[in-house]
């Protein structure tokens, strides 16, 4: 597509409840990432998608945090038993980086404003 | 680890030069990038820098000294626009994932 779509773009959940947000990057970007951004507060790196390699977890804050992409392209970020503190903006962005060529700026989607009530 | 720091609140009038620093602690990155946020949307890529010096871009220029581990966004001809959030962000490691700083929100004042 011609940007990074993500959806919802808004959601609502009540406390313990799980959610699944979803990203769509922009066609042929190889590397996809998930940040958060709570307010007031600068980006927090979550994971890291490079083409078929593992994926870097490093920023997850629990293990209720996981993701997926599947065959290279979308990718859903899935939060279980929510928690009021996971209350945030959830950004997804992608970019032409490849390991070895330098960094490469990255395209954000517009975000889904997860609110846990 | 690294650590990044920038101004939290900047006030500029509408036409002026104003610069916003970034100050940075890391043992090591591949590229220093600025980013525009306007309330309610995604960022947007405004600049990079590899090299020190200065990079120009319109309105828009940014610097970067990597022995000082200091940048700065400058943005000239301010316009009511440009009333946004300004982050610095931080390109390391093979994984090539930006840290971002807190961010700096500009208002512009007519």
């Known amino acids: 597509g011609a940007g990074v779509s993500q959806s919802p773009s808004n959601k609502v959940t009540e406390k313990g409840k799980d959610v699944e947000l979803r990203c769509d990057p922009i066609s042929g970007h190889t590397a996809l990432y998930w940040y958060r951004q709570s307010l007031g507060q600068g980006l927090e790196f979550l994971i890291y998608f490079q083409g078929n390699s593992a994926p870097d977890k490093s920023g997850l804050p629990s293990d209720r945090f996981s993701a997926e992409r599947t065959g290279g392209s979308v990718s859903t970020l899935t939060i279980q038993r929510t928690q009021q503190e996971d209350s945030a903006v959830y950004l997804c962005a992608s970019s032409l980086a490849r390991p070895g060529r330098g960094v490469e700026g990255y395209t954000f989607g517009s975000g889904t404003r997860l609110t846990v009530v | 680890g690294q650590n990044i720091d920038q101004p939290t609140e900047m006030t500029a009038t509408e036409g002026a030069i104003v610069q916003i620093n970034c100050t940075y602690q890391t043992s090591g990155f591949n590229g220093l990038f600025w980013y525009q946020q306007h309330a309610g949307e995604a960022p947007t890529f405004l600049s990079y820098n590899v090299l020190d010096g200065l990079e120009e871009k319109g309105r828009f220029s940014s610097f970067l000294s990597r022995s000082k581990g200091y940048s700065y966004l400058l943005l000239k001809e301010l316009q009511m626009k440009d009333s946004a959030s300004y982050l610095c962000?931080?390109?390391?490691?093979?994984?090539?994932?930006?840290?971002f700083g807190s961010g700096t929100q500009l208002t512009v004042l007519p």
């Open positions: 962000a931080l390109g390391a490691g093979s994984a090539r994932q930006l840290t």
